[in-house]
């Protein structure tokens, strides 16, 4: 599913233009198919146990939900900003490139000229591989020679239309570029699934769902999915916002209320008593993982009631 490697991409003309038309309907009836989706039927299988017909029907539910928000949903809703984009220059070296492939353990860099106001287009970590890596480390390196297209859109274009526009171009990266030609933002075609069938991990990212690491006296690391009951159940502080409505349910929920926002990877958020939430992993999107450093008062502490 992906360009050519000599970085043009062929697009199916076998088909009527009327399919090729880039309405979030079209958008909606491929996806539905992809996905399963019976175009809101929520009859369940007789032959599956009651359990499991509902937890599908929910799913499919949301993802209908999902299909409609891509019509209101704008590709600035969802793309990375401009801060948090990773790309290489076309005068890189090959040891440069690498190690942000290594570190990032993405398969698609953009690359740019000489700022990333002026980008070229994007390099495939596989066509890297091929060409300068199993040994070959004494060809001499060209970045150009690697270089595929990406796609370049606007900030209110529907994710829906970008979608389609990625699967008939068959590029899955593209820039956002605000009204004075400037790079505003990124957008892969992982974060537009996203949309539809929630987070999608790969073998890179961690496993959040047992994260739970006692650094220190007071002190602990946790994803920001965990349940904030449980948190408080295990630490014995409560930190849930009394007399508030629509109370979150997870702890990322509960900074992101106190912030207002999604908070930016390093900051720290304070808590109304005094406990400090740090950012470790965030995107622009939602808060991944964060310290917490619980400021205990007397009524929290049991050695002091136990004193008593």
């Known amino acids: 599913m992906g360009e050519k490697a000599d970085g043009k991409s062929e ?19 491929i996806l539905a198919r992809l996905f399963g989706l019976n175009g809101g039927s929520d009859e369940p299988d007789e032959t599956e146990p009651s359990s499991v017909a509902a937890a599908e029907t929910l799913r499919a539910r949301n993802m209908l939900v999902n299909l409609r928000n891509m019509r209101t949903l704008k590709v600035n809703d969802v793309s990375v900003p401009r801060a948090d984009i990773v790309a290489v220059p076309v005068d890189a070296e090959r040891d440069e490139v690498l190690g942000v492939f290594i570190e990032h353990t993405w398969t698609r860099l953009p690359v740019y000229s000489e700022t990333l106001d002026q980008p070229l287009g994007l390099v495939h970590f596989k066509d890297f591989a091929l060409k300068y890596g199993f040994g070959r480390s004494d060809d001499a390196f060209e970045m150009k020679g690697l270089i595929r297209p990406l796609l370049y859109v606007p900030p209110s274009m529907p994710i829906g239309v970008l979608l389609h526009k990625m699967q008939i171009a068959r590029i ?9 030609g400037g790079v505003d933002g990124l957008v892969t075609i992982e974060d537009l699934l996203e949309q539809i069938v929630g987070d999608i991990a790969d073998e890179h990212d961690e496993d959040e769902s047992g994260i739970w690491i006692v650094e220190g006296p007071d002190v602990y690391v946790a994803a920001a999915r965990m349940d904030l009951e449980d948190f408080e159940t295990e630490t ?54 964060l310290r917490v450093r619980l400021k205990r008062h007397r009524d929290d502490d049991p050695l002091a009631e136990a004193a008593e």
């Not at 076998?14 to 079209?26: C, L, N, V």
């Not at 916002?241 to 990322?252: F, K, W």
């Not at 390093?266 to 008593?273: F, R, Y």
């Open 236 to 289: 014995g502080v409560q930190i849930s916002l009394p007399n508030r409505d629509e109370e979150p349910d997870t702890l990322g929920g509960l900074v992101f209320r106190i912030a207002g926002r999604v908070p930016e990877r390093g900051e720290i958020v304070i808590h109304e008593d005094g406990h400090e939430f740090e950012i470790l992993d965030a995107d622009a999107r939602r808060i991944k993982r």
């Open 11 to 29: 697009p199916d003309h076998s088909r009527d233009e009327s399919e090729d038309s880039e309405s979030p309907g079209r958008s909606h009836s």
């Open 172 to 180: 899955h990266m593209a820039l956002v570029i605000d009204e004075y």
